[in-house]
């Protein structure tokens, strides 16, 4: 993208919130250099938050697309998305869906064959 643009394409879109120590938030911090497989990169983009977009379905999205399961699994682990949102959606699926969930812990293993 050139220095002179002020439009962003897709392409040179980053999700506007994105987790600490990941590429994509070091470069929507403004970093002018960025590690990767052990090198340093320089950064040549011109990188631009946009608000309001999301690159991951929204509660409402996945609910929906769970509706559709014929059979509830016997467990169901929300592991992505920050802590609330999180937290939201597993109280949800129980009440919208009659299903089991909740939000895996940190670093917890569970068995997916019984």
């Known amino acids: 993208m050139s220095s002179e643009s002020t439009t962003a394409t897709p392409a040179d879109q980053l999700e506007a919130h994105i987790r600490r120590h990941l590429l994509g938030r070091t470069l929507q ?9 052990g090198q ?3 950064v040549r983009a011109k990188v631009e938050t946009l608000d ?16 559709g399961f014929r059979r509830p699994p016997g467990q169901t682990y ?4 920050e802590p609330q949102p999180a ?3 597993a109280d949800a699926l129980p009440t919208r869906l009659r299903w089991n969930a909740r939000v895996a812990r940190d670093g917890e293993t569970v068995p997916l064959v019984r």
């Open 29 to 37: 911090e403004g970093a002018r250099t960025v590690r990767i497989h």
């Open 40 to 42: 340093d990169v320089p």
């Open 52 to 67: 309001g977009f999301s690159a991951h379905a929204d509660r409402e999205e996945i609910l929906r697309w769970l509706s």
């Open 78 to 81: 929300i592991v992505h998305g």
């Open 87 to 89: 937290h939201s959606l």
